[in-house]
Nanobody, 122 residues
Framework: VQLQASGGGLVQAGGSLRLSCAAS????????MGWFRQAPGKEREFVAGIGWGGGSTFYADSVKGRFTISRDNAKNTVYLQMNALKPEDTAVYYCGASSRWNAVGSEQYGYWGQGTLVTVSS
């Protein structure tokens, strides 16, 4: 499966952005999907994940209550709605596809999109 992330940009603290991850080559419903982020000089970290059907989600503590992951299997697309953004949310955001439920480690994801940059100004 090929993944294409988009929707990043520059936003002020407190603002919102919605990221999209479009899949091609194979139906997205075959995978658990996740969003990760990587800030300069830091390791890639888990942000949010969603199960095959979209009914179950899991989040990093740092984004709970602010970010929402969702998926539209008919459109082969996963979304990350980010609200109340903070400067520490600044990073390149990646979407990934995994065959494992509740996958929070990057090594558990076999497919990755190219990343989209989110910059939050204070």
């Amino acid at each position: 499966v090929q993944l294409q992330a988009s929707g990043g940009g520059l936003v002020q603290a407190g603002g919102s952005l919605r990221l999209s991850c479009a899949a091609s080559g194979r139906t997205l419903s075959s995978y658990v999907m996740g969003w990760f982020r990587q800030a300069p000089g830091k390791e890639r970290e888990f942000v949010a994940g969603i199960g095959w059907g979209g009914g179950s989600t899991f989040y990093a503590d740092s984004v709970k209550g602010r970010f929402t992951i969702s998926r539209d299997n008919a459109k082969n697309t996963v979304y990350l709605q980010m609200n109340a953004l903070k400067p520490e949310d600044t990073a390149v955001y990646y979407c990934g596809a995994s065959s494992r439920w509740n996958a929070v480690g990057s090594e558990q994801y076999g497919y990755w999109g190219q990343g989209t940059l989110v910059t939050v100004s204070s």
